[in-house]
């Protein structure tokens, strides 16, 4: 398998414009969670999907943040309108279980964003 | 309350010495999972070792163990022998029964002097 798929690695856009991050996860897990790495936050869950189906997404932090996940091979998170507090490096991860218990979560490469 | 604390912001190692990294952990939850991953500076999140919360033997796996002490909640990394590619930042986690959230810690950068 080719490991968590995340698209684009990186992407630089100007405040106010929409910008999409996607991610594929493992084929056949079952969980798939968003993460964003800044230095001053550290590693943030903005939400997390089991079986497509958001679970939490508390951490989402305002509605200009929005995610998806239509089938169970692909997930897409959205800022619209973006703005530069968002620059931030965003990590997607799935994860199943296996023999009972849960798998470490597998990590994509992330997408570095900056907001201009 | 902090589900997983990492006191250690930073720590140095001197090459070919053995480190702890701290990690404690909180939950009522009898099952769960504690994860480490090794964040080195090009980004990626690299899965290190895993216990289970009901595994009677510390985890091990190659030159990293997990010592595991249940009834202080806690779960510190131990690398042996390290080496100059240690030097990386390392995450503690943990994920409460299936189908949860994992909870990650802050984080210990660890750098290792020759």
């Known amino acids: 398998d080719a490991g968590v798929i995340q698209s684009p690695r990186h992407e630089v856009t100007e405040m106010g414009q929409e910008v999409t991050l996607r991610c594929k996860p493992i084929?056949?897990?079952?969980?798939l969670f968003w993460y964003r790495q800044t230095m001053m936050r550290g590693l943030e869950l903005l939400i997390y999907f089991n079986n497509n189906v958001p679970i939490d997404d508390s951490g989402m932090p305002e509605d200009r943040f929005s995610a998806k996940m239509p089938n169970a091979s692909f997930s897409t998170l959205k800022i619209q309108p973006s703005e530069p507090r968002d620059s931030a490096v965003y990590f997607c991860a799935s994860s199943s279980r296996l023999g009972g218990r849960n798998t470490e979560a597998f990590f994509g490469q992330g997408t570095r964003l900056t907001v201009v | 309350a902090q589900k997983i604390t990492q006191t250690q912001p930073g720590m140095f190692v001197q090459e070919k010495e053995a480190v702890t990294l701290d990690c404690t952990y909180d939950?009522?939850?009898?099952?769960?999972?504690l994860f480490w991953y090794k964040q080195p500076s090009s980004g990626e999140m690299i899965f290190l070792i895993y216990q289970g919360s009901y595994d009677q033997q510390n985890a091990t796996e190659g030159r990293y163990s997990l010592n595991f002490q249940k009834a202080r909640k806690s779960a510190n990394l131990v690398i042996s022998a390290s080496q100059l590619g240690d030097s990386a930042m390392y995450f503690c986690a943990m994920r409460e029964g299936p189908g949860n959230q994992f909870y990650f810690g802050t984080g210990t950068s660890l750098t290792v002097i020759p």
């Open positions: 084929s056949g897990h079952n969980s």
């Open positions: 939950t009522s939850d009898p099952s769960y999972g």
